[in-house]
């Protein structure tokens, strides 16, 4: 334990670099040419050995150990998020409208020292480590994951694990957040077309307002929540996008509503579509108007096996002690396309705190988010001991 914890503390420095370096040069979902290229650089310079490529954008690395044995898997997210940033920090993105807002510079910057760090102990551990370089997280509702998925990463062999982190600015540094079953959300799209008839915003007798139907689907569709859902069921509709009109004396014809439904109950994700459908439509008709629904469905609820995660509970107590276990009480509304690897093979997914004692900070997605850099030793190590820990109980 001593060993690796001085290890880890060796590569300090290497793991904020590269997190500052992945900071400074952010790159959007399918787009991630220039990250993935150094992610494979990196890699292939450890020894790896390297597949681009793979199902878009994506990179595999294969770490081989002193022996055969059997296969595990590590997955980190290397997209941004098209927002501009306003941290002020001095490695602030250089690529205007893009950033890492949600840490997943980080994960990428633990994933490969974590790498580094094995590939220095290959004498230590047996088997065989795929590492995950998933392109596109955030462009639910396909997803990077189901692409790397398709091309074969879980193929050749399977994994019998599959594990990764987030950066969660809920939970204080130097605790991680466990929870078995359901962890995150399923994540699904909406987009709904609505057609009017326009007219002079002087005379709206003459016409149908769409920007009026549009907003009364906005109000009405949070009655499904509030009316159509057990109140024991968790479930979110948000239309976070409303287009209409061209000009400000035109009553708009036509109106684009984009949005997101989250569940965490199978049977309720079942339902939602038909639901929707059923009030957007009627609620049009009644105003003289048409309404079309696209649904989408995205990400699935994440799932967290109880084995997987109890080699992560052990990974997490010789990483921080005791202490640095957080029972998680109950699921995040967000989506997280890991699900989909999770579907596939047992896999636990990990919330790393990030949060420094006695402040508040800003959210995951805002322009003014950060972390603290403290943490990112904290994941190398918990990362290299679920990789080492679960070979060790798979032998």
């Keep these: ?56 954008v994506s990179v595999m690395g294969v770490l081989q150990g002193y022996s055969e044995g059997p296969c595990i898997a590590l ?76 091309a074969g990463v879980l193929d050749n062999p399977q994994p019998a694990l599959v594990y990764g982190l987030h950066l969660w600015p809920e939970i204080p540094l130097g605790h991680v957040g466990l929870k078995e079953g359901p962890l995150m959300s399923a994540s699904d799209r909406l987009r709904i077309h609505v057609v009017g008839k326009g007219g002079h915003g002087a005379m709206p007798h003459q016409a149908v307002d769409a920007v009026l139907v549009a907003s009364s689907i906005v109000t009405a569709l949070q009655s499904i929540v509030s009316r159509q859902v057990d109140p024991m069921d968790a479930a979110v509709v948000t239309i976070g ?6 000009r400000y004396n035109v009553i708009a014809e ?19 579509p038909a639901r929707i459908t059923t009030l957007v439509e009627h609620t049009a008709l009644s105003q003289g108007a048409t309404a079309k629904v696209t649904y989408e469905k995205g990400y699935p609820t994440l799932h967290n096996d109880p084995w997987a ?18 029972e998680v009480s109950r699921p995040s509304m967000g989506g997280e396309d890991f699900a989909f690897f999770a579907q596939q093979v047992p896999g636990a997914f990990l919330w790393l705190g990030c949060r420094e004692q006695g402040t508040v900070g800003y959210p995951i997605h805002n322009p003014r988010y950060t972390f603290d850099e403290e943490a990112l030793p904290h994941g190398v190590e918990l990362l290299c001991r679920l990789a080492m820990l679960s070979l060790e109980e798979l032998s």
């Design 241 to 246: 996008e409303l287009k209409a009109g061209s």
């Design 75 to 150: 997955r980190a997210d290397i997209d941004a998020l098209s927002l501009t940033e306003e941290t002020g920090l001095d490695f602030a993105s250089q690529n205007p409208g893009v950033m890492h807002a949600c840490g997943h510079d980080g994960h990428t910057a633990m994933l490969l020292t974590a790498a580094r760090i094995l590939s220095d102990t290959k004498d230590r551990w047996r088997g065989t480590i795929k590492l995950l370089f998933q392109s596109a997280e955030e462009c639910a509702p396909h997803g990077g994951a189901k692409d790397m998925i398709e």
């Design 309 to 326: 995660l109890s080699v992560a509970r052990r990974a997490v107590v010789e990483t921080l002690g005791q202490t640095g276990v957080v």
């Design 254 to 272: 036509e109106a684009h509503l984009d949005g997101t439904v989250r569940t965490q109950n199978e049977e309720l994700r079942e339902i939602m």
């Design 1 to 56: 334990m001593e060993y690796l914890k001085s290890l880890v503390n060796e590569h300090k420095a290497e793991v904020i670099r590269l997190r500052r370096h992945f900071h400074l040069h952010p790159e959007i979902g399918y787009e991630e040419h220039q990250t993935a290229r150094y992610v494979a650089q990196y890699l292939r310079a450890l020894g790896a050995e390297v597949t681009e490529g793979v199902g878009g």
